[in-house]
């Protein structure tokens, strides 16, 4: 205790830096100030990003006259895109950059894409008059290679821009908290939850105003919109960089991994003591990060931090021969994620429904209320406020009823948050297949309706409306639960790594999802027909793809329990607690 309280608490604890890399007054840094102004960042460029991706499928379609299963393709593999750059940011991140450059330079780059994105849309693409109003009909100059070239460049440079940042601005938060604060962890635990929330909120203009000025032909405004809400992002980025914290990079992941795999290679015949014991470790292993303690399995690996009876010091400073533990613990940590990761994907290609076959189902229902048509895309405005709803619901009254029935715990765990996630997530696949049977059973029995208009059938767009908020609750108990769950289970070194696991998961959410479809249609659509996901969904079977969905997704929620119950967190070292004890080497309990 009387070490504990010789720490000078006028400076953070974590070993953060101010701007001119020396040590930063609690005081005078980071907080909640910092942390609002990333929060405003991150909602704009967030309302900037989905000016173009709520609509991008209908531009596809309208504009660019390509049919609709190709189209929510092209969506799919741009939106898996952004979200695969996310691992460029990372790495540049977490090995030369620094969390706060990496952001910076990726967000202007954002700002490009997007600006050149409506330079050539207003240049050549939305030509002549009417172009990708779907009221006037066969209006539209036929695009040269050229022209749709640029257009294909723009909105992957988008892509870089943003997939380049997310990972990167989530950790960037939460840096502004000292973790070794009692008060400042628990704001930097809430920062995550208020993070999505203005990601969600940061949706809810571009879904609703935008969206409507794209739907009804304004798709140059909307896009200069866009533009303008990444620029003054990106000011208020800049504006706050005087009162950041910041953490220097720690060197390449890639090398460090490396040097695990080629030094237990070269140590195979090196025999290991029960428990960890006589396993190298460093004094000091980096200023910046905290040593992480033997944990049991992978014993293969701890043979790289298994010095040989008669080594010398050459060999010792050595990491190609002989590594620390907590480079070992580093390669262990994430191969244990690895399990639980890959059962994130499945639930990513239910979410990337909403960008695509969502909006599609949407425009091939009744648009009209009175004289005021709803734009399909519009519709995603339901699940924002069922995340803001729900992130409420989960701290005031889900939190508080976990920790009076488990009075050891502090509410859910993250593992066990992501689970419920998986489970509404099903609810909203079939909630989406129901609503498609109807609809179909409706316009096919609506005879004053022709069978070739898309939008032929009476059923109200609204229906939608439960398989989007069953998206939106998913999305609290599985995205915030993700991202608290690999920022917490990653060492210090690969914290921005972290980040963008939870973006590559959905990144390949899509990528499958675009797999499946191209599958289904090729199967579906055999000898001629039709198939689930035709051109007129009055003559498809989209429900049934939605259905199938929500199968896989059963059989995946079946594995991840497994692999949660299976799961050993991280043991970090207490930098200040004085006593040099760690959590358990315990199951987390789900």
Not at 318 to 331: A, G, I
Not at 451 to 463: A, E, Q, R, T
Request: charged share 15%.
């Amino acid at each position: 205790m009387a070490q504990q309280k010789e720490i000078d608490t006028s400076f953070t604890l974590d070993g953060s830096l101010n701007m001119s890399g020396r040590p930063a007054r609690s005081s005078r840094s980071g907080g909640w100030f910092a942390g609002f102004l990333l929060l405003a960042n991150q909602g704009l460029t967030t309302s900037a990003f989905f000016g173009v991706s709520v609509n991008l499928v209908l531009f596809l379609t309208r504009v660019l006259k390509i049919n609709t299963a190709d189209a929510a393709n092209d969506v799919s593999k741009w939106t898996g895109t952004v979200y695969l750059f996310s691992l460029l940011g990372a790495f540049l991140s977490d090995s030369y950059w620094g969390r706060y450059k990496t952001c910076a330079i990726f967000q202007t780059i954002f700002v490009m894409g997007l600006a050149m994105l409506s330079w050539s849309t207003h240049t050549f693409l939305l030509k002549p008059v009417g172009c990708g109003d779907e009221r006037v009909s066969n209006v539209g100059e036929k695009h040269t290679k050229l022209q749709v070239g640029i257009f294909y460049f723009s909105i992957y440079l988008v892509a870089l821009g943003n997939g380049g940042y997310q990972p990167n601005i989530a950790t960037f938060g939460s840096d502004q908290f000292d973790e070794e604060n009692p008060k400042e962890s628990y704001s930097k635990v809430a920062f995550f939850s208020y993070f999505y929330l203005f990601l969600n909120l940061g949706q809810l203009f571009s879904n609703t105003f935008i969206s409507y000025l794209q739907n009804e032909g304004f798709w140059i405004l909307g896009f200069w919109l866009s533009a303008g809400s990444a620029l003054l992002g990106l000011i208020i980025f800049l504006a706050g960089t005087p009162w950041y914290r910041y953490f220097p990079p720690l060197g390449n992941p890639i090398s460090r991994v490396s040097q695990v795999v080629v030094a237990a290679s070269r140590n195979s015949m090196v025999k290991l003591q029960p428990g960890g014991e006589g396993l190298y470790e460093r004094d000091n292993d980096g200023v910046f990060s905290r040593r992480v303690l033997h944990t049991d399995g992978f014993r293969f690996f701890d043979r790289a931090a298994a010095p040989a009876v008669n080594s010398d010091e050459e060999e010792v400073d050595n990491p190609w021969r002989l590594c620390t533990v907590t480079q070992v613990e580093e390669v262990k940590c994430v191969l244990r994620l690895v399990p639980i990761w890959l059962c994130t994907i499945l639930y990513s290609v239910i979410f990337t429904q909403m960008a695509s076959l969502f909006v599609v189902q949407g425009a091939a229902m009744k648009l009209s209320v009175s004289n005021f048509r709803i734009p399909p895309s519009s519709m995603s405005v339901f699940d924002v406020l069922s995340v803001a709803f729900f992130i409420f619901i989960n701290k005031r009254l889900v939190d508080p009823v976990v920790r009076r029935l488990h009075k050891d715990r502090s509410g859910m765990t993250e593992l066990q948050r992501m689970g419920v996630g998986l489970v509404i997530s099903i609810s909203a696949m079939l909630a989406a297949g129901t609503v498609e049977h109807f609809r179909l059973k409706n316009a096919i029995s609506t005879s004053t309706i022709p069978i070739n208009d898309l939008n032929g059938s009476s059923l109200s767009i609204f229906w939608q409306v439960p398989q989007y908020v069953l998206v939106g609750a998913s999305e609290v108990f599985m995205y915030v639960g993700q991202l608290e769950f690999f920022n917490s289970q990653i060492p210090d070194g690969l914290k921005s790594f972290g980040s963008a696991l939870c973006m590559m998961s959905i990144s390949l959410g899509n990528y499958v999802s675009s797999f499946l479809v191209t599958v289904v249609m090729k199967i579906t659509g055999e000898g001629g027909k039709p198939g689930w996901i035709p051109e007129n969904l009055n003559y498809g079977r989209l429900e049934n793809f939605y259905f199938l969905l929500a199968i896989l997704a059963t059989v995946d929620f079946f594995v991840y329990v497994l692999c949660a119950k299976q799961y050993k967190k991280i043991r970090l070292e207490e930098r200040y607690a004085g006593t040099g004890e760690a959590d358990g080497d315990k199951n987390i309990t789900i």
